[in-house]
């Protein structure tokens, strides 16, 4: 698809490179991940998103492409301002070097600022004048165009594109169970935050198309996968939600997290060799299906936190720790559910639900009436594995 921000032909389907081919010691497969970036190149996928703190991914990148001519791709790195990653301005500053030197160039074709919104990275960047970075790197030439990827609320989305109208394009998380639920990633505010990028005229990007890959596996549920055959049983789950996205107006490129080489040419099948657009039937449908998906979640809960405001005595992270849970009954990913409860409840400063003291507190604050003490109670017997539990090596 044409896109005027880079004056250039841009892929429907953009290769995010987080996902690199690995070894079970955690190291990259250099022999694969070539593989993949020549197929990539030969096939018309020449857009490239990785970040700084990937490191070790940014310097395969940079061994991969090597051999092609600068100008026959667009590569796209990320500053990630949270807390406890780019202090100060000059350490972000030494990091865009850094990117610039693992990936073996003189310029980024877009560089975001990574993860917007999060907690403490917008504070940082007003005081540390991280906008003001931005665009030197762009008035430089060595960031031929500046935005951010965003991961908040609207109200937060709203405040960004108001004050700094220099941000030339947002990366969101979109797919059609965020923007057709309440109880979607980014407080509800998913199709919220599509829109704004709209209302602003700002090109986007989406990320997390499946879900992390979740939507791929919705048709372990047959009323669901009855759906998707009704309407055109040639179509897998996965097709459906990447569709959905690049149907969506305004889009310069779709990411996929794609870690193989068969995982692309599928996904290069889905957007580019038989890409059509969804038809307003079949958006309906995907409607219903987001409707079902979240039905399927046992629990109510809305991440108001009112249970965890005034702060519960045994530290639990009980929003959290109930998304675990759905997302193992709605999707059937146990390895995606174990993994979100380890963050959420294993490791040091966290709280696992076993450590509850039933003092009841939470049910007593909830607004939805549910009885939290047995449902995370529920998701530690189901998702705990052990406090050395290896959750990268579960393929369950």
Not at 145 to 159: A, C, Q, Y
Not at 168 to 179: F, G, L, R
Not at 208 to 230: R, S, W, Y
Request: proline share 4%; charged share 25%.
């Amino acid at each position: 698809m044409y896109s005027d921000l880079f004056e250039r032909e841009v892929p429907r389907l953009g290769f995010g490179c987080m996902r690199l081919p690995e070894g079970l010691n955690g190291e990259y497969i250099e022999e694969e991940c070539q593989e993949m970036f020549d197929w990539a190149m030969s096939h018309g996928i020449n857009y490239f998103d990785s970040a700084w703190h990937y490191i070790e991914n940014q310097q395969m990148i940079g061994k991969c492409l090597a051999k092609y001519p600068r100008e026959s791709y667009i590569l796209v790195g990320k500053l990630c301002f949270t807390d406890g990653t780019l202090e100060t301005r000059e350490l972000a500053r030494e990091a865009f070097e850094k990117e610039l030197s693992d990936a073996r160039t003189d310029y980024m074709d877009l560089e975001l600022m990574h993860t917007l919104g999060s907690p403490g990275s917008l504070e940082r960047c007003d005081r540390e004048d991280m906008w003001g970075l931005m665009r030197a790197l762009k008035e430089s030439g060595r960031a031929k165009h500046i935005g951010f990827s965003f991961h908040s609320t609207p109200d937060h989305l709203e405040r960004i594109l108001s004050e700094h109208p220099e941000m030339e394009v947002v990366q969101i998380q979109a797919n059609y169970y965020d923007h057709n639920t309440h109880g979607a990633y980014q407080n509800g505010g998913s199709i919220e935050i599509y829109e704004i990028c709209k209302k602003y005229g700002k090109p986007i990007i989406i990320m997390e198309p499946v879900k992390g890959g979740n939507l791929a596996l919705v048709d372990t549920h047959e009323d669901i996968k009855g759906m998707f055959a009704k309407a055109d049983a040639k179509q897998s789950p996965a097709a459906w939600a990447l569709r959905y996205a690049a149907s969506l107006d305004g889009v310069v490129t779709v990411l996929s997290g794609m870690s193989d080489l068969r995982q692309m040419k599928e996904n290069h099948r889905i957007l580019m060799e038989d890409y059509k657009p969804l038809t307003e039937d079949e958006k309906k449908m995907l409607t219903e299906a987001a409707h079902l998906i979240e039905s399927k979640g046992p629990v109510g809960c809305t991440a108001c936190h009112y249970c965890t405001d005034k702060g519960c005595p045994a530290g639990i992270d009980i929003p959290a720790v109930l998304n675990s849970l759905n997302m193992l009954h709605q999707y059937r990913n146990l390895r995606g559910a174990r993994f979100r409860f380890y963050n959420a409840a294993v490791g040091e400063g966290k709280s696992r639900p076993a450590s509850c003291i039933d003092c009841a507190s939470c049910e007593t604050e909830c607004p939805q009436h549910l009885s939290i003490r047995d449902l995370i109670h529920e998701a530690d017997e189901r998702l705990f594995a052990g406090e050395n539990y290896d959750i990268w090596a579960n393929h369950e």
